[in-house]
């Protein structure tokens, strides 16, 4: 095999995974405040950072005061679950997949809820027709599909009189696009997406409508003492004021206070939303350079602005293990094989706390990468 020159300038941070996903690029372990550390999260203190970071999150997305925001446990699979087994079956339900998380939701709801759900779902890289939603209907859906690189184009299709409730999986979504909170009765996702922040915490946002369906009704199934939101009939309040139903890092809640401190610093949702398109239209620009990559989601209006899939011509799954591991050995780029269940491709993130410097980077690296693969082979 012949060895290939290795570029010359690697990305200054090699990550490019889709989560957890990139620290904000100021982040230091040493800037952390551990004030709080050792000490209950129940105490005046735990409370007053979960709350503290419920305000950042309702001031950088500016979520309206209508609307609840409760940290929860289990990442943003807790999050959906949580919503779906306490508000779904009183009235008929669609489920929309795209992707492979959306088909995990399609499973729990007909397999575990037994609710035999209207399924509407496309390949990946695709989305179904959003004009055929029966908004009489529950609707579940992904905003942004993290393993297909397929996203919903804006909340438009969304009716204003829906009967029903929506529940938006935006979790790859949340501070890289504008959402239409009005539209939206449950939101749910983890922080450690777009801003940078670490596992195993979700959160939910409640609209009214949600809180209603909540307070009236009671599902046909029991439910976890974790997806319980209300007691004696109404919503439980100290979840939204930072009162966590359990235990949370503190660690991670000082991680995500400092990640959201730092959106704020570049002017906000619209300061992290103008970092993801110009880190995903970097990408697209070595895309268009080189005729062995494609984008898995064809069409601009419904391509992932943050997780990006990508297809290589002629690749297996083998194939591109292979460069993401000769990337991942000369530390040029990290996690970027596709989602195991996705067609063979590569995967890169290019949410806000990326680097578009590191996105252009890495065009020659996968070239190299791509060749080193192909003369192993």
Known sequence: MNKLTTPDVRPARPHFSSGPCAKPPTWEASKLSTECLGRSHRAKIGKSRLALAIDL????????????????????????????????????????????????????????????ANVMSAEYGEIPDLSAVDFDHDVVFTWNGTTSGARVPNGDWISDDRAGLTFNDATSAVFAYEMPWDKLDVTT????????????????????????????????????????????????????????????????????IFALEWAQSIGGLSGMIARSDANAAALDAIVQ?????????????????????????????????????????????????????????????????????????????????????KSAA
């Open 57 to 116: 999150l309702r001031e950088v997305l500016q979520v309206p005061d209508t609307h609840h925001i409760g940290i929860v446990p289990g990442s943003d699979t807790g999050a959906i679950e949580m919503a779906m087994w306490s508000m779904l079956g009183a009235r008929p339900v669609t489920m929309m997949a795209w992707e492979s998380f959306g088909a995990g939701w399609v499973t729990d709801v007909n397999k575990q809820l037994k609710l035999d």
């Open 189 to 256: 996702f983890s922080w450690q997406k777009v801003l940078g922040g670490e596992g195993a915490h979700g959160v939910i946002i409640l609209g009214p409508r949600a809180v209603e369906r909540l307070e009236n009704y009671t599902p046909a199934w029991p439910l976890p003492k974790i997806f319980r939101m209300t007691k004696g009939g109404e919503l439980i309040a100290g979840i939204f004021k930072g009162e966590t139903i359990n235990t949370p890092s503190m660690l991670a809640v000082e991680d995500v």
């Open 289 to 373: 350079e080189r005729d062995w990559l494609g984008h898995l989601a064809a069409d601009p209006a419904t391509r992932s602005t943050t997780s990006v899939c990508l297809t290589v011509a002629g690749a297996d799954m083998a194939f591109i293990k292979s460069m993401a591991a000769l990337l991942e050995e000369q530390k040029a780029a990290y996690d970027i094989a596709g989602y195991r269940d996705a067609p063979a491709g590569l995967r890169i993130w290019c949410g806000a706390t990326v680097d578009s410097a590191d996105i252009e980077a890495l065009g020659p690296w996968l070239d190299w990468a791509y060749e080193t693969a």
